[in-house]
């Protein structure tokens, strides 16, 4: 991956330098079917690849490198395509569970707010050790602060275009109960141009049906995040024009947070470098408005 361009987002914290390398050791370990000469091959690719990490670096860049190093050694374009259905299976045991809880819900807007960010617990990069049936299982609408929920609500109860960054292929489930209850306005969904860890993309969303209450577009991203550097002109005239931005994932806050436009980004604080930034403890719910100083 071309790195000349990478621009600064999240400020540089060394500890994302271990915690990338840890992902490719897992990832190694998960792709090669044992083979221990091929793992220390690919981390010494990987280690020789920290030598381009300056102050400009960003995890969901380096997890880009890595996955693409991954790639080449197992000859495997699309690594976590049998996990992602693994992982899917699992959610959809749970849809009538969380449909109960929009049926028994006053507030169906901020219930379906509260699942969306549920569903961000899902990250095989950041939090690899997740375990969804018991998030879901244990989950509560009073796990949640209302400190910038009702500014989101009004945002979106005003809005009349809106552009919906996606995360990854099984929050997407999550994410569909809010996109459901924006189904009046003019929602935009994007999705990632390829493969990387779960993360969505177009296939994905059409195969979970996005597409049928929401415009789905290809952002051109092929990071775990959003990097408009690479974006496509479409995704970047969306990007520029909704009247609101929703943006999941810790992913797309390490790599938006900067932009000058106000965005909404919502996700599950999964390590100590983002918890450092959005100033929430780990394992926290996040609306963060880049706007204003509101958020959880």
Not at 18 to 30: H, T
Not at 102 to 126: F, H, P, Q, R, Y
Not at 256 to 272: H, Q, S, T
């Amino acid at each position: 991956m071309n790195n000349n361009n990478w621009r600064l987002s999240v400020y540089f914290n060394p500890d994302c330098i271990p915690c990338v390398i840890n992902q490719a050791l897992r990832a190694a370990k998960l792709f090669t079917n044992g083979n221990k000469n091929l793992q220390l091959k690919i981390l010494k690719e990987v280690c020789e690849e920290v030598k381009i990490i300056n102050e400009v670096f960003t995890a969901p860049h380096f997890s880009a490198v890595i996955q693409e190093i991954v790639e080449k050694n197992v000859k495997n374009e699309n690594l976590y395509k049998e996990l992602k259905e693994k992982n899917i299976k699992i959610v959809e045991q749970f849809l009538p569970l969380l449909q109960k809880k929009m049926e028994d819900a006053e507030d169906k807007l901020e219930e379906s707010i509260k699942i969306a960010i549920l569903g961000n617990t899902i990250d095989v990069g950041a939090n690899p050790n997740f375990d969804i049936r018991d998030e879901i299982e244990n989950y509560t609408s009073e796990d949640y602060s209302p400190v910038n929920i009702e500014q989101l609500k009004n945002s979106l109860r005003n809005a009349g275009s809106i552009l919906y960054i996606g995360d990854n292929y099984e929050e997407a489930l999550f994410d569909k109960f809010l996109l459901k209850e924006l189904d009046e306005k003019d929602v935009t969904f994007a999705v990632r141009s390829k493969p990387i860890l779960n993360d969505i993309t177009y296939d994905d969303a059409v195969k979970l049906g996005i597409d049928k209450i929401s415009k789905v577009i290809e952002s051109g991203s092929r990071i775990g995040g959003t990097d408009l550097n690479y974006c496509t002109k479409e995704f970047i005239e969306k990007f520029n024009s909704a009247d609101v931005v929703i943006s999941k994932g810790q992913g797309n806050y390490e790599t938006l947070l900067d932009e000058a436009r106000p965005i909404y980004f919502l996700f599950k604080v999964k390590c100590e470098a983002i918890a450092e930034r959005s100033k929430s403890p780990i394992g926290s719910s996040v609306i963060y408005y880049n706007n204003s100083t509101a958020q959880n």
